[in-house]
């Protein structure tokens, strides 16, 4: 006896609209009009003779059998989605990532050889860049980011939210209190407020800075390897370059910042490239998290 299928592209349609609560936010996911995602549920609402969704004042809400029928297609469209990724293991997969220029620079690009060797059939686009990507539009798979939080619908990961400390190249260790430090150029990616509320933490209020042109976090970094000055940035970004000797940390008075985030939308992690690469990250970052937790304390 033939299946009973309604057609598959208005089950997506469906499907998606209802994950989302949004007929908008599916037609973004699958890259098609917001009336076309209309016409395809309509047709079902035909097909099936019931209604799927309501219209309510701030779009459209699931009915009860359309949160029923939700319920039983969602798992089975991930297990059709699972199999395919199954036949095609040794397809090469592509994940695509935005994230934060130092952070990619410092960390990320030194261990990312790490992830190639455990998934070679994996290509990883890496867009470093400090303009945010639209996550939420999918122009990117996965971004990674420094904030302070991360909002709905997107998702996230907590990566590390280490607080920041002065560092300095091992000449400058004799810059050791809040009153040595203050005689040596300070080096900053804003005017001076973050250096500002350093100094509060560490005992030292009102502290009046000198004219400075701000850097990103990046360049006040490689000034501070250059011994052009002392960096304010948190421990992960300058972790090489301490087990090397090329910085020391000058103070143990951190400030809270705030940290790096995993950012992705909740159903992109379905997708087994991107999937195994939030895996991976998770785990090379767990490190991260325990000392920063230890840090902070």
Request: aromatic share 8%; with cysteine; glycine share 6%.
């Amino acid at each position: 006896m033939p299946r009973n299928l309604p057609p598959l592209n208005a089950v997506r349609a469906f499907e998606c609209a209802g994950r989302h609560g949004s007929f908008s936010a599916a037609a973004a996911e699958l890259n098609v009009s917001h009336a076309a995602i209309s016409r395809h549920v309509r047709g079902l609402e035909e097909r099936l003779g019931v209604q799927l969704f309501r219209t309510v004042s701030r779009g459209v809400e699931l009915t009860a059998d359309g949160a029923d029928y939700l319920a039983q297609l969602t798992p089975a469209l991930d297990r059709i989605a699972q199999a395919t990724d199954a036949l095609q293991h040794k397809d090469s997969g592509v994940v695509s990532i935005s994230c934060e220029p130092t952070f990619a620079l410092k960390w990320l690009m030194p261990r990312l050889g790490d992830f190639y060797k455990k998934h070679p059939e994996i290509a990883v686009s890496l867009q470093s860049t400090p303009a945010l990507a639209d996550i939420a539009r999918f122009e990117r798979d996965i971004a990674i980011r420094y904030c302070q939080s991360v909002d709905a619908p997107l998702a996230s990961d907590m990566i590390s939210t280490f607080q920041v400390y002065p560092y300095a190249v091992p000449g400058f260790a004799h810059a050791e209190t809040p009153e040595q430090i203050l005689r040596h150029r300070l080096l900053h990616e804003d005017d001076g407020v973050l250096w500002c509320r350093w100094f509060t933490r560490a005992g030292q209020p009102e502290v009046q800075l000198p004219p400075s042109n701000p850097l990103s976090t990046l360049l006040a970094i490689e000034g501070a390897l250059a011994g052009q000055g002392i960096t304010l940035v948190s421990p992960e970004l300058v972790a090489d370059d301490v087990a090397a000797g090329r910085l020391v940390k000058l103070s143990e008075v951190g400030l809270d910042y705030g940290g790096y985030y995993l950012v992705y939308l909740p159903e992109i992690v379905r997708r087994r490239p991107v999937r195994a690469f939030r895996d991976w990250f998770l785990e090379v970052t767990a490190a991260l998290r325990s000392d920063s937790s230890t840090a902070n304390r």
